[in-house]
Structure formats: structure tokens, C-alpha cells
């Protein structure tokens, strides 16, 4: 079955950077776009943003543009997150996930968890 295994969580001070990991098994990673959504305690799951299946198309949203990036390695089945001037409303935990886009409603990231996420705590 489809696996997600998210690393590389921690605790960051608030404008430090930290690099995510998810490492994909039991799918064909290359076949899909995937990106990453988050859970803070006590509030809704949110979709951060995602990235194609080739790589050369991304979306993020507003609270995170600028300052996260998705990039993937098809050839290892991982996919990253680049998160630079994190802020204490970052954090959360992290998961990968598959995303879907259509021209009528754009990107959205499919908001089930294949894996057990990453906790990202920023201090102030």
C-alpha cells in the first residue's frame, strides 16, 4: 500500500529555515503530483502548497509564498519542503501528500495522511 515516511522536523527559532523530507513506497512517486499539507493543534488540516509531477509547476498558499519551496527527486522518490523565515503560526504538523489539479478549480492538496507527518515547533 501507499507509504509516506515524513523526517526532518524540529524545533527552529522564528525566522530560521528547516527541510522537510518524505520518502514514497507502494506508488509510482513520479506519476503524480504531491505536495504537503499541515495540522496545527486544535485547528483543521491546510494545504501548504504543490508541485507537479515533473517538477515544473507549483503552488502555494498566500501564508507560506516566498518563503517555503516543494522540490522532489523522482529518482529517490522524495519530495522536500525548503521552509526559510519561519513564523510561530508555522507550526504544526507536517505531512506529504498526493494533490490534484483541474483548470476549473485549480491545485488542491488531498488532505489524507499516508504517513505519521513530521512535528515543526517554531519558538518566538
Known amino acids: 500500500q501507499v507509504q509516506l515516511q515524513e523526517s526532518g522536523g524540529g524545533l527552529v527559532q522564528a525566522g530560521g529555515s528547516l527541510t522537510l523530507s518524505c520518502t514514497a513506497s507502494?506508488?509510482?512517486?513520479?506519476?503524480?503530483?504531491v505536495g504537503w499539507f499541515r495540522q496545527a493543534p486544535g485547528k483543521e488540516r491546510e494545504g501548504v502548497g504543490c508541485?507537479?509531477?515533473?517538477?515544473?509547476?507549483?503552488y502555494y498558499i498566500p501564508s507560506v509564498k516566498g518563503r517555503f519551496t516543494i522540490s522532489r527527486d523522482n529518482a529517490k522518490n522524495t519530495l522536500y519542503l525548503q521552509m526559510n523565515n519561519v513564523k510561530p503560526e508555522d507550526t504544526a504538523t507536517y505531512y506529504c501528500?498526493?494533490?490534484?489539479?483541474?483548470?476549473?478549480?485549480?491545485?488542491?492538496?488531498?488532505?489524507?495522511?499516508y504517513g505519521q507527518g513530521t512535528q515543526v515547533t517554531v519558538g518566538q
Open positions: 508541485l507537479s509531477w515533473g517538477g515544473s509547476s507549483t
Open positions: 507502494g506508488m509510482r512517486f513520479d506519476d503524480y503530483d
Open positions: 501528500a498526493k494533490c490534484t489539479y483541474t483548470p476549473a478549480s485549480g491545485w488542491k492538496v488531498t488532505l489524507d495522511n
